[in-house]
């Protein structure tokens, strides 16, 4: 099982500012890796997939890199409404498919 | 409008059992792989269980094999998380969801389970 970790686990943030979420996966996954949004009390959204692409309707101020075990989600100007818990996941080696335990981003 | 909206979510017993249905819209149901995700109170998401769009292939979570069972009816746009045995650690929200090329899209908007005496 590919074990996915995210850090930092809360990230406190200014709006305007830039916010750099990181996410690390046990073993190589190419570019097989999503980034999912969730608000309090919501469901999950979709926010970028194969690492790097955006999910329909998704503003282009969130930007996703990186590939083999090392990922990168970058929010460039956090407005009100951005401010959630992100999670990584791995859909290289499945099942399982598996999640982060999630980078919370909150305001500072 | 895409939409997936799940039901038959309660309170039920350790070792009783429950059915959640998720009815699916605004898309071609019959053509999506369908996930269950769950999230305990508090917690971070779990994949559950994987079904393949013909319903040939279906996957769980170790924790669940044995004990649940992913079901789908095209023709009803439906989709259904059969689970016996339940235990407290599978008091969550469980999400449904689309799964297309890996990716978990779109979601509904949860039913909860709680398992307690």
């Known amino acids: 099982e590919i074990v996915m970790t995210q850090s930092p686990a809360t990230l406190s943030v200014s709006p305007g500012e830039r916010a750099t979420l990181s996410c690390r996966a046990s073993q190589s996954i190419s570019g097989n890796l999503a980034w999912y949004q969730q608000k309090h009390g919501q469901a999950p959204r979709l926010l970028i997939y194969g690492a790097s692409t955006r999910a329909t309707g998704i503003p282009a101020r969130f930007s996703g890199s990186g590939s083999g075990t090392e990922f990168t989600l970058t929010i460039s100007s956090l407005q009100s409404e951005d401010f959630a818990v992100y999670y990584c996941q791995q859909y290289n080696n499945w099942p399982p498919f598996t999640f982060g335990p999630g980078t919370k981003v909150d305001i500072e | 409008e895409v939409q997936l909206v799940e039901s038959g979510g309660g309170l039920v017993q350790p070792g009783g059992s429950l059915r959640l249905s998720c009815a699916a819209s605004g898309f071609t149901f019959s053509g999506y792989a369908m996930n269950w995700v769950r999230q305990a109170p508090g917690k971070g998401l779990e994949w559950v269980s994987y079904i393949s769009f013909s319903s040939s292939a279906s996957y769980y979570a170790d924790s669940v094999k044995g004990r649940f069972t992913v079901s789908r009816d095209n023709a009803k746009n439906s989709l259904y998380l059969q689970m016996n045995s339940l235990r407290a650690e599978d008091t969550a929200i469980y999400y449904c969801?689309?799964?297309?090329?890996?990716?978990?899209?779109?979601w509904g908007q949860g039913t909860l389970v709680t398992v307690s005496s």
């Open positions: 969801a689309g799964a297309f090329h890996g990716r978990f899209d779109p």
